[in-house]
């Protein structure tokens, strides 16, 4: 099956990046979201990412106007009715998602291929919660979409070939490349990455070291290009305890426990980057380590 119009529900970092790389692959796009204005805004960031482009030379002026030109806001779930692909892209958060494939299904036709691009939930159960099993695949894109090379393709127990096929094939043309795992918790990037990070937060949580001393010993001394904790900001602390609930709860082995520390900063609102305080604080005109 070959894939021409995707949609995108999210229109947040991570949808409007892969609603950023499908439009420059060609592909016609349709971006929903809870109401109009987050898609506005989904689509301001879009534009915005695409001109830092252009001033690197990635990508001409002429590439940014006819992706943008392909990306129409989709407010409805049944302006998705044309899509050969959806990819739902909530915040990680099961019953979220669940919610969001069940109300979508009625106003799909039978071949439209779902996915989802969760970093830790389970495709099998994401895929029972659809009228489509079959055609319904874990497709992970890493953070920022337009710059990170990989993906993940998850496939759920129910998923057939015809669909991990057609997955395969969208992200060869994107140009990225696709690595296969399994469904287990988290999956591949996620449940390395996610453990680690969180082992930094307990170096910090123990007084081990402070935000500042960890994260310039883990760029110099394992040449990460940043550091655990600002790399937990990056990606937002309330995914990053989604994450290790996940991994915890899934596999039942106290080495996952979140740390306490980061449940008490997620408590706080201090989620990171988007809400401008976490292990640093953004509100300045340089980040500010928080302990």
């Given at each position: 099956m070959?894939i ?6 999210g ?14 692959a ?12 987050r898609?506005?805004?989904?689509l301001?960031?879009?534009n915005?990412n ?11 002026e ?16 049944e ?12 915040t ?38 659809t ?5 319904f ?16 393709l ?6 057939e070939?015809?669909t991990f ?22 999956f591949?990037?996620n449940r ?14 123990e007084?081990?070291g ?45 080495k996952y ?11 706080a ?23």
């Amino acid at each position: 099956m070959e894939i021409r119009t995707v949609g995108i529900i999210g229109a947040g970092q991570m949808g409007s990046g892969i609603a950023h790389v499908c439009a420059l692959a060609g592909m016609n796009v349709m971006l929903n979201d809870l109401d109009e204005d987050r898609i506005s805004a989904g689509l301001a960031t879009i534009n915005g990412n695409m001109q830092r482009q252009i001033s690197k030379k990635i990508i001409e002026e002429g590439e940014r106007q006819a992706g943008l030109e392909r990306i129409k806001p989709a407010p409805g779930y049944e302006d998705l009715a044309p899509c050969d692909l959806i990819i739902e892209a909530a915040t990680e958060n099961e019953e979220i998602k669940r919610k969001i494939f069940q109300a979508l299904c009625p106003a799909l036709g039978p071949d439209t291929i779902l996915a989802s691009n969760t970093s830790s939930i389970s495709i099998t159960r994401l895929a029972a919660s659809t009228d489509r099993p079959e055609r319904f695949i874990g497709i992970h894109f890493m953070n920022p979409v337009p710059l990170m090379q990989l993906v993940e393709l998850i496939r759920g127990i129910a998923t057939e070939d015809p669909t991990f096929e057609a997955a395969k094939c969208f992200i060869a043309r994107l140009g990225k490349t696709a690595t296969v795992a399994e469904d287990f918790p988290a999956f591949i990037v996620n449940r390395i990455l996610l453990p680690m990070i969180n082992e930094a937060i307990y170096t910090l949580y123990e007084g081990v070291g402070s935000v500042e001393s960890i994260d310039t010993a883990m760029r110099l001394g394992a040449n990460h290009p940043m550091g655990p904790l600002q790399l937990a900001d990056f990606i937002g602390l309330d995914t990053c305890l989604s994450v290790m609930q996940v991994l915890h709860d899934g596999l039942a082995d106290t080495k996952y426990r979140p740390c306490p520390l980061l449940v008490k900063y997620v408590e706080a609102g201090w989620l990171g980057r988007k809400a401008k305080r976490g292990f640093y604080d953004y509100r300045g005109e340089t980040p500010v380590p928080t302990r």
